[in-house]
């Protein structure tokens, strides 16, 4: 089946420090990631979407200044969080696509916290 | 541009009753749709996606059916268990592989026996 793994599970890190969180997919070639952040009282935000041998596609309010994205291959990728801040808390998640199924599948979460 | 409207932050159920999400649309394009749920402290998981040529959909009890008169793609199920209490997520994702599906903001269905 489609596995997708993200690490740490939970960070916490303080004002102005920068969190970097992994995504692996496992079984199957991402083509591409989605990240997105999921805050509380609020839907899951899309921040960037990344498309190996592709640009990094951002979105409206993500910069990628702000949450820069590696994907050297189809099996991992991974996002930083630079000079966190409060409103950067919340859950993480990214999505990994299986081309052959067109569908994103989620792993848990990095869920930052900041002091 | 894309945008997916769950109208129902909440919905509180009695075991034995049936399911109904409400998940409506708006799309330039003839887009995908999906049903993911999200069980406490564990990952999304893709419960139901639209299929091209009007198959409905059906996982796990629940199906749902896309109207495109309507905009609609709403979630439903004959009869709720104690086990279907989760986050239900509508998204909806453009034929154009390049993008990531855009979520609704989410219901919550908890169910009481």
């Known amino acids: 089946g489609a596995l997708v793994y993200q690490y740490p599970r939970r960070t916490i890190c303080k004002s102005g420090t920068s969190m970097r969180m992994e995504c692996q997919a496992v079984g199957f070639q991402a083509t591409s990631v989605a990240w997105y952040r999921q805050s509380p009282q609020k839907t899951f935000e899309l921040i960037a979407l990344?498309?190996?041998?592709?640009?990094?596609?951002?979105e409206q309010n993500f910069t990628q200044e702000k949450f820069p994205i590696s994907h050297p291959n189809l099996s991992f990728s991974s996002m930083t969080v630079l000079n966190a801040y409060l409103e950067d808390r919340g859950l993480y998640l990214c999505?990994?696509?299986?081309?052959?199924?067109?569908?994103?599948?989620f792993g848990a979460g990095t869920r930052l916290s900041v002091l | 541009g894309d945008s997916v409207t769950q109208t129902e932050g909440l919905v509180t159920l009695t075991e034995g009753l049936p399911v109904m999400l409400n998940c409506t649309y708006q799309?330039?394009?003839?887009?995908?749709l999906f049903w993911y749920v999200q069980h406490l402290n564990e990952a999304p998981k893709l419960l139901l996606k639209?299929?091209?040529?009007?198959k409905r959909p059906e996982h796990q009890g629940f199906h749902a059916t896309l109207h495109k008169s309507s905009s609609s793609f709403h979630l439903q199920k004959s009869s709720a268990q104690l086990s279907d209490s989760a986050l239900y997520y509508c998204a909806l994702r453009s034929p154009n592989n390049n993008n990531a599906p855009r979520f609704g903001a989410g219901t919550k269905l908890s169910v009481k026996p």
């Open positions: 999505g990994a696509n299986r081309a052959s199924q067109n569908t994103l599948y």
């Open positions: 639209s299929f091209t040529d009007n």
């Open positions: 799309s330039t394009y003839s887009p995908f």
């Open positions: 990344s498309t190996v041998n592709s640009a990094i596609k951002y």
